[in-house]
């Protein structure tokens, strides 16, 4: 059965090498249930769980990457690739969770978790904070060219979740536009970006006008 395996918070810790001179990236699990709600516009919105910091609001967080979710089984694969012990919350992600294909789901899907509904909106793009705190070699390229980047949720309907709860995918577009596919877009293959377009109305703006900027100089290139 699809569930949470923990909640997972964190605190403003210093750390050097986070652009802004501290983080919250480093994320614990949680027990009993945690408050969940939309946090409001980036920039002004940090996380959507309550008591889980965020320090740059300018790139994190706000109401499109209110809840980062990480699958356990993806976990498994970059510990025995690595050789070292992967905790949960080590990602920075919020729920870790166990028998549902997190980056195969696509932009608009809808969770039910716990008593929260949760929709799908973007991949996670590596930064030079998740490298410092991973201390691997060339991580962001690793990580990038792994293509497993996680899937950032905007909150529908707040509630409450726990370690434990079970996944409900309550709606699957029909369209074919995953996480895994945005995240190829917008790292490696950003000729992709224009295939996005098929997500429709389930597209976050940001990256609805990352899209519409590249179909737009697509455009008016010379034949």
């Known amino acids: 059965m699809p569930h949470v395996l923990s909640v997972n918070v964190g605190s403003r810790v210093?750390?050097?090498?986070?652009?802004i001179g501290h983080t919250g990236i480093g994320k614990r699990p949680v027990r009993g249930p945690v408050d969940v709600r939309a946090p409001g516009p980036r920039g002004t919105g940090g996380s959507g769980l309550v008591g889980d910091h965020i320090s740059d609001t300018r790139h994190h967080g706000g109401d499109d990457q209110a809840v980062y979710a990480y699958a356990r089984e993806d976990l498994d694969e970059w510990s025995a690739e690595l050789g070292r012990d992967l905790p949960p919350g080590l990602f920075g992600e919020n729920l870790t969770t166990v028998g549902v294909d997190v980056c195969g789901a696509r932009i608009g899907e809808r969770w039910r978790v716990g008593g929260v509904l949760l929709q799908a909106t973007n991949p996670r793009v590596?930064?030079?904070?998740?490298a410092?705190?991973?201390e691997e070699r060339a991580w962001v390229k690793t990580f990038t060219q792994r293509g497993l980047p996680g899937t950032y949720f905007r909150v529908l309907e707040p509630g409450s979740i726990t370690a434990g709860d079970e996944i409900t995918i309550e709606h699957r577009p029909d369209h074919d536009v995953t996480i895994a596919l945005a995240f190829r877009a917008l790292t490696l293959?950003?000729?992709?970006?224009?295939?996005?377009?098929?997500?429709g109305a389930d597209l976050?703006?940001?990256?609805?006008?990352r899209v519409e900027r590249r179909v737009g100089r697509q455009a008016f290139d010379p034949a």
């Open 189 to 199: 293959e950003p000729d992709l970006l224009p295939d996005l377009l098929a997500a």
């Open 132 to 134: 410092g705190v991973m």
């Open 204 to 209: 976050a703006d940001d990256l609805r006008r």
């Open 14 to 19: 210093e750390f050097d090498q986070a652009d």
């Open 126 to 130: 590596p930064c030079r904070t998740f």
